[in-house]
């Protein structure tokens, strides 16, 4: 089991390892030997085909599920699979933000930051003053809502695709989540709002966090991460770093990929 308290500082190389971790579903094999490593301060894309693994490969990092074989490590620390959760994973500050799910649209955005976090007196009385100063001092400060008409009280419903991205990154990064996941954030976002998105993601890597970042559009997570998982049927195929692949060279890549042939896939 892990340590009661996580180890957010110290000297540990890795925010997560994975060795040799794989996942059968009857005779459908999800994942195959996985081994990656993500360090701290490093956005890491993982891109591949639909049914690749990419979900399944987060669930198992972030305690959805549990492996049929492998080993995980957090900050350099083995995990014991059999004390292993969704509430641990979050406990270890591991951040998983899915689109616009985890947002409540009539909720004004300090009730949507200190959701299920709330700061409470000795009564447990939420201190709202204190939730709406902190809010604010988020929006301004580390998201840049400056001079656009947004502020603790705004709610959900008022804000762009791009402004509730940054909303939910800036809660992960205000309760100082060490790997922050983000599912497809620009998804379905004008090109405006993805310049907001990408702006945001960047902040995590300047405040000293790790990113995973899952995305489909190959000119984005090409264009802002430090290095590229490549995931075909279950198996890491490719580990590229920045510079070492053309957009154009990675996008013919994938294809290729395709043009292979699938086997079933989950995830």
Same mark, same amino acid.
């Given at each position: 089991?892990?340590?009661?308290?996580?180890e957010t500082g110290g000297a540990y190389q890795h925010i997560?390892?994975?060795?040799?971790?794989?996942?059968?579903?009857?005779?459908?094999?999800?994942?195959?030997?996985?081994?990656?490593?993500?360090?701290?301060?490093?956005?890491?894309?993982?891109?591949?085909?639909?049914?690749?693994?990419?979900?399944?490969?987060?669930?198992?990092?972030?305690?959805?599920?549990?492996?049929?074989?492998?080993?995980?490590?957090?900050?350099?620390?083995?995990?014991?699979?059999?004390?292993?959760?969704?509430?641990?994973?979050?406990?270890?500050?591991?951040?998983?933000?899915?689109?616009?799910?985890?947002?409540?649209?009539?909720?004004?955005?300090?009730?949507?930051?200190?959701?299920?976090?709330?700061?409470?007196?000795?009564?447990?009385?939420?201190?709202?003053?204190?939730?709406?100063?902190?809010?604010?001092?988020?929006?301004?400060?580390?998201?840049?809502?400056?001079?656009?008409?947004?502020? /603790?009280? +705004?709610?959900?419903? @008022?804000?762009?695709?791009?402004? &509730?991205?940054?909303? %939910?990154? #800036? !809660? =992960?990064?205000?309760?100082?989540?060490?790997?922050?996941?983000?599912?497809?954030?620009?998804?379905?976002? /004008?090109? +405006?709002?993805?310049? @907001?998105?990408?702006?945001?993601? &960047?902040?995590?890597? %300047?405040? #000293? !966090? =790790?990113?995973?970042?899952?995305?489909?559009?190959?000119?984005?997570v090409h264009a802002l991460a430090d290095r590229l998982i490549?995931?075909?049927?279950?198996?890491i195929v490719a580990d590229i770093k920045s510079g070492e692949?053309?957009?154009?060279?990675?996008?013919?890549?994938?294809?290729?990929?395709?043009?292979?042939?699938?086997?079933?896939?989950?995830?």
């Amino acid at each position: 089991m892990m340590d009661k308290q996580p180890e957010t500082g110290g000297a540990y190389q890795h925010i997560v390892r994975a060795e040799g971790i794989s996942l059968s579903y009857g005779k459908i094999r999800a994942l195959q030997g996985i081994d990656l490593a993500i360090g701290r301060n490093e956005i890491v894309g993982l891109i591949g085909d639909n049914g690749a693994g990419k979900s399944t490969l987060i669930k198992v990092l972030t305690g959805v599920v549990r492996p049929t074989s492998g080993k995980l490590y957090i900050r350099d620390k083995p995990v014991d699979w059999t004390h292993y959760s969704v509430r641990e994973a979050h406990r270890l500050r591991f951040e998983t933000v899915y689109q616009e799910k985890s947002l409540g649209e009539k909720q004004p955005l300090w009730r949507n930051i200190f959701v299920g976090r709330q700061i409470t007196n000795r009564f447990g009385f939420i201190k709202v003053a204190e939730e709406r100063r902190i809010a604010n001092d988020l929006l301004k400060n580390q998201l840049g809502f400056r001079g656009v008409g947004i502020d /603790a009280d +705004s709610t959900i419903s @008022k804000l762009s695709g791009g402004e &509730r991205q940054g909303i %939910a990154i #800036g !809660r =992960a990064m205000h309760f100082d989540s060490d790997l922050i996941i983000l599912d497809e954030p620009t998804v379905a976002l /004008a090109i +405006s709002e993805v310049r @907001k998105v990408l702006d945001f993601v &960047r902040s995590i890597k %300047a405040s #000293g !966090r =790790a990113c995973i970042y899952i995305e489909h559009n190959l000119a984005h997570v090409h264009a802002l991460a430090d290095r590229l998982i490549v995931l075909d049927r279950g198996r890491i195929v490719a580990d590229i770093k920045s510079g070492e692949m053309t957009l154009e060279e990675l996008t013919k890549f994938l294809i290729d990929l395709q043009q292979s042939g699938h086997a079933v896939g989950v995830g």
